[in-house]
Structure formats: C-alpha cells, structure tokens
C-alpha cells in the first residue's frame, strides 16, 4: 500500500485527477511512478532480489479487520486470503 498523504499530493503536483483512492492506485501513471520507484531502490540489487510483479491497494492495513497485529506486524495468513485474486493475477503473464 503506498503512502496516501505523499501520494496525493504526487498526483496534485503532476495533474492526476482522482476521486478516490481506489481511483488514484489504479491509474496507469500511479503505477509508473511506483515501478521507477522499486527500480531506483533495487538498482544494487541482484535479479532474484528485485520485486517483478506489485499491485496497490486503496487502504492501509488496519487491526480491525485482522490484517495486522496489535504490534503491526503483517497478519500473512489474513492477507493471503483476502487477496488472493490480486496475489494470483500478479503471478499469470
């Protein structure tokens, strides 16, 4: 999930409209702008170290749907589940 705050103000700034978050994450340039992102903070990186495939999502992760634990650490089973189409897709070409 991206910074929200950061990220709208990304698209103010470089003349992305939006109505929604959902609205923001699934515009062609948000997705650009993250793929030249990863590739400047991997650029030392070997190629099974680099991230191939990403996908956004409209909202942080919260405690009161179980996807993080009281101490924020990612709940990967709950998050396997719930995004389970979205892990998928990222891994057919």
Do not use: C, W
Request: no cysteine; net charge negative.
């Amino acid at each position: 999930m991206p910074e929200f705050e950061a990220l709208e103000g990304y698209a103010k700034s470089n003349s992305i409209s939006f109505s929604s978050r959902q609205e923001l994450v699934d515009h062609p340039d948000i997705g650009v702008y993250h793929e030249k992102r990863i590739q400047m903070q991997s650029v030392n990186f070997s190629g099974y170290e680099k991230i191939g495939k990403f996908s956004l999502v409209s909202h942080e992760l919260t405690q009161e749907v179980e996807e993080v634990t009281q101490t924020q650490k990612v709940e990967r089973k709950v998050i396997d589940k719930k995004y389970a189409d979205i892990i998928e897709a990222m891994y057919k070409d």
